[in-house]
């Protein structure tokens, strides 16, 4: 299922409370500060979504 992550994650998350998702902040650009993947759960996630970094 590669590159389908967001998708996967947002749809098991169906109903639920919250969506916790870590970030390496990888994208195309040095001073991006979340990953392809935590962006598109932003822009989707029916559910409030927290993103921690390390």
């Given at each position: 299922m590669r590159g389908?992550?967001?998708?996967e994650l947002?749809?098991?998350?169906a109903g639920a409370e919250l969506l916790?998702?870590?970030s390496h902040g990888r994208g195309g650009f040095a001073g991006m500060l979340i990953g392809s993947t935590s962006t598109v759960l932003l822009h989707t996630?029916?559910?409030p979504l927290m993103?921690?970094?390390s």
């Open positions: 389908r992550s967001a998708a947002r749809d098991r998350a916790v998702v870590g996630a029916d559910c993103i921690v970094r």
